[in-house]
């Protein structure tokens, strides 16, 4: 059965069509999932610069992981139960000769093949921060200040198909992770957040933080998501980019002792830990900048040419 399309509004599909015919993005056939000129690339590579000398600065631990996480990490965390509708799970076949020739005579006919596959131990990663948490706790205690974890550019993948080139099912998220005292953690993701949305605004970009909250599933998830809301846990960077309504770039999560109490996460004399994590949607962002200053990288203000490529002489 094909997936349910979300809708995208005129003006979001337009910009869709208008990225194609200028070859920033790469058609696959299937919505959501594209590919990148060298123009885009540029872009994602100097925001990539940014952080990880950002991350560098506030002196974050380099981290890299790939875009599969053991099932049994998601199962962990409660993602099922919280975002069902958005996971990714790799099946794959096991089966004998026979089996494997029905396989392949469904695929043959493009039919559903998916009676002969078995679930994995793997699922794709929806958020980069996830693989940290566990990796972290692994090592024993926490030292009481803290640890910053730059988790850089993960390909994460979340599945909410659409037509609006702002919402992708695989994309590049770049996550900074700070595991540490309770005192520090929601201070440090506020100052994350306003030095992100200055960041925003010296690239010419009209954007402004807000509350929000995650897309939890059911009517369960609704009253999550307005507890969320409530107590302020994510704050969300957002530009309007296409459409009604504006589009979040970057987000700034506090989790309180969600992930800690998960995976037994503690500082040195056997505090609980709290954690906070920041991400940003390279994509997005490269969505907001040539909806600002146009297809033409080469004609973007100087003050924002110098930020992205300081070492380009004008
Ligand atoms: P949204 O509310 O738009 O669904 P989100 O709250 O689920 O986004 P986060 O989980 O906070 O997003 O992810 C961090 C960042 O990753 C977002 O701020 C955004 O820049 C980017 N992002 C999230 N979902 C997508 C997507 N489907 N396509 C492209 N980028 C995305
Ligand atoms: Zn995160």
């Given at each position: 059965m094909a997936a349910e399309i979300r809708e995208a509004d005129a003006e979001q599909q337009q910009l869709l069509s208008e990225l194609i015919e200028r070859g920033m993005l790469v058609e696959s056939g299937v919505p959501g999932v594209y590919g990148h000129s060298e123009a885009f690339g540029r872009v994602c590579d100097a925001l990539e610069r940014w952080l990880t000398a950002a991350g560098r600065e506030a002196g974050a631990e380099v981290l890299r992981f790939p875009p599969l996480?053991?099932?049994v990490q998601l199962e962990k965390v409660g993602y099922l139960g919280n975002f069902p509708h958005l996971a990714g799970s790799v099946f794959s076949f096991e089966g004998d000769e026979s089996q494997a020739a029905e396989l392949?005579?469904?695929?043959?006919?493009?039919?559903d093949w998916s009676a002969a596959l078995r679930q994995t131990d793997l699922t794709l990663v929806p958020a980069a921060c996830y693989p940290v948490y566990p990796?972290?706790?692994a090592r024993g205690p926490v030292p009481d200040e803290g640890v910053i974890i730059d988790v850089g550019p993960s390909w994460v993948f979340r599945h909410e198909p659409s037509f609006d080139p702002g919402r992708r099912q695989v994309f590049h998220m770049h996550e900074l992770v700070h595991i540490g005292p309770s005192t520090t953690v929601l201070s440090w993701r506020n100052a994350w957040a306003e030095r992100a949305l200055a960041l925003f605004i010296e690239l010419g970009l009209n954007a402004w933080l807000a509350p929000a909250s995650d897309p939890f599933f059911g009517r369960r998830g609704r009253m999550m998501a307005a507890s969320q809301r409530a107590q302020e846990l994510k704050l969300?960077?957002?530009?309007?980019?296409?459409?009604?309504e504006p589009t979040a770039c970057a987000s700034f999560n506090h989790h309180l002792d969600h992930f800690s109490a998960t995976f037994g996460l503690t500082l040195g004399a056997d505090q609980p830990a709290h954690t906070?994590?920041?991400?940003?949607?390279?994509?997005?962002i490269v969505l907001a900048l040539v909806r600002q200053?146009?297809?033409d990288l080469d004609a973007w203000p100087d003050q924002v040419r110098a930020i992205l490529w300081p070492d380009e002489a004008r």
């Open positions: 996480l053991p099932k392949a005579a469904h695929a043959a006919a493009h039919e990796a972290i706790a969300e960077l957002l530009v309007s980019i296409a459409g009604p906070a994590c920041l991400g940003f949607g390279h994509e997005r200053h146009g297809y």
